[in-house]
């Protein structure tokens, strides 16, 4: 049975193969060439929330970081490589964070339930909760709250994207980066912008790195 779960990957796999090279036979080798994509998106983990076939991009145009709940966490070695890889290398253009309504990791952290190892990545949302907690207290529905945090998570993730010294440093060279806040909708496919953010947004001065040449 779960051998047959496989197969039907490796199938879909050899369709698709042949379905690009119907429309295009150089697919392939150009993608073998390198990538220079203008996107790098945090995403969740879901499975519900495919980067590419909700935003309709195609290998090579969007470079991919995924976590539980699209956290943005200053000591995480894999998300800071992707990020320095990302922006001072493939000198991506726009950093997308997209949280979505429903997620999982959100719910969680809101609950007292206990994850063990889990409850140190969730211990990141959880103090998110307890910064807005006048906010969110404020709102009786659960959904309603829960939606809230997905909110104000992503917004702090985007903070935290500013923090580095890896965006902070882009923006001192001059370099042509934008970041996006995004929330998806499971429950219909929408994809909508929250906030963006550039070189100007605001962000206390303990937080601003010099840089060599200042
Ligand atoms: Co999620």
């Not at 309504?101 to 990545?121: H, M, P, Q, T, V």
Request: some cysteine; aromatic content about 8%; overall charge negative.
């Amino acid at each position: 049975m779960s051998q047959e779960a496989i197969l039907k990957l490796l199938d879909a796999n050899k369709q698709w193969v042949e379905d690009e090279l119907s429309h295009n036979p150089e697919f392939f080798k150009e993608l073998a060439e390198g990538q220079q994509p203008e996107y790098l998106w945090i995403g969740c983990s879901d499975s519900r929330v495919p980067a590419d076939r909700i935003t309709g991009t195609k290998p090579g145009q969007i470079f991919v970081h995924r976590n539980i709940a699209n956290l943005v966490i200053h000591t995480d070695l894999n998300m800071l490589s992707v990020l320095e890889y990302a922006v001072a290398y493939l000198k991506v253009k726009h950093i997308i964070v997209c949280g979505h309504y429903g997620c999982g990791g959100i719910r969680a952290a809101i609950s007292r339930n206990n994850y063990e190892l889990l409850n140190k990545w969730l211990r990141n949302i959880k103090d998110i909760y307890i910064k807005n907690q006048d906010e969110l207290n404020g709102i009786s529905d659960t959904r309603a709250r829960e939606n809230a945090l997905v909110e104000l998570s992503i917004k702090q993730q985007i903070e935290n994207l500013m923090k580095t010294s890896v965006v902070q440093r882009a923006w001192h060279l001059g370099e042509d980066l934008t970041l996006h806040g995004m929330v998806y909708d499971v429950a219909n496919g929408r994809l909508k912008q929250l906030i963006q953010y550039d070189r100007n947004s605001p962000l206390p001065e303990i937080y601003r790195y010099y840089f060599d040449e200042d």
